[in-house]
């Protein structure tokens, strides 16, 4: 079974412009998490998707936002860049489907992640 | 809200010795999951382990176990015989039961295992 793909690896942009990274789960997963990774701070949540519909936010503002298609492809997209948000974008999937313990094992499956460069 | 925290930012330990890694959280939710990650340098996050909430019994995935306080609200991981291949960065996290996966993190443990 293929991995969870992340793309592009590694971009660099500058400030105000925006950046859309890509995400593909493993085949079957239908549930796809994006995370902020940065030193010192761990790993942030910005949200969750399942079955194209967004079933949790973290608190990250609005610049921030995320779709997903119908075949569980993802995207998250970053809009007016600020230096704040060079970081390491992880997406993971799982197979999310019901609570824990009824199907959904709570296992992430991560991608290597989108390294973005704000300068 | 939910936190996790880890107050061990960097630790070595030795070939084939024992390491123990320290979490708390906090939480006002009586049913939930916690976990360990591990982060090998330039590689995917990975599941080390898993403990549920209502199970009293410690988990324990071949050389990893865990120490699970509910009351303290403590979470440790233990390795051991320490390999060369656990050099990772290690994330504590924290998981609601309930439908949908929103995990919180810790900021990590950097462990070294030194030959």
């Known amino acids: 079974k293929a991995g969870v793909t992340q793309t592009p690896r590694y971009l660099i942009k500058t400030r105000g412009q925006q950046v859309t990274l890509s995400c593909s789960p493993i085949?079957?997963?239908?549930?796809v998490s994006w995370y902020q990774q940065t030193p010192g701070q761990g790993l942030q949540f910005l949200f969750e998707?399942?079955?194209?519909?967004?079933?949790n936010k973290g608190n990250f503002p609005g610049r921030f936002s995320g779709r997903q298609f119908s075949n569980s492809r993802s995207e998250m997209n970053v809009s007016t860049l600020e230096l704040g948000d060079s970081a390491l974008y992880l997406c993971?999937?799982?197979?999310?489907?019901?609570?824990?313990?009824?199907?959904?094992?709570?296992?992430?499956?991560f991608g290597e992640g989108s390294r973005l460069t704000v300068l | 809200a939910q936190t996790v925290t880890q107050s061990q930012p960097e630790m070595s330990v030795q070939e084939a010795e024992t390491v123990t890694l320290s979490c708390t959280y906090d939480?006002?939710?009586?049913?939930?999951?916690l976990f360990w990650y591990k982060q090998p340098p330039s590689r995917q996050m990975i599941l080390v382990i898993r403990?549920?909430?209502?199970?009293?019994q410690n988990a324990t995935e071949n050389r990893f176990s865990v120490n699970f306080q509910k009351a303290a609200k403590s979470f440790s991981l233990k390795i051991s015989d320490s390999q060369l291949g656990d050099t990772a960065m290690y994330f504590c996290a924290f998981m609601k039961a309930r439908l949908g996966n929103q995990f919180y993190f810790g900021t990590g443990t950097s462990l070294t295992v030194i030959p």
């Open positions: 939480t006002s939710e009586s049913n939930y999951y």
């Open positions: 085949s079957g997963h239908r549930s």
């Open positions: 993971a999937s799982s197979n999310g489907i019901g609570a824990v313990g009824l199907g959904n094992t709570g296992e992430l499956f």
């Open positions: 403990q549920e909430a209502y199970k009293q």
């Open positions: 998707y399942f079955s194209e519909t967004q079933r």
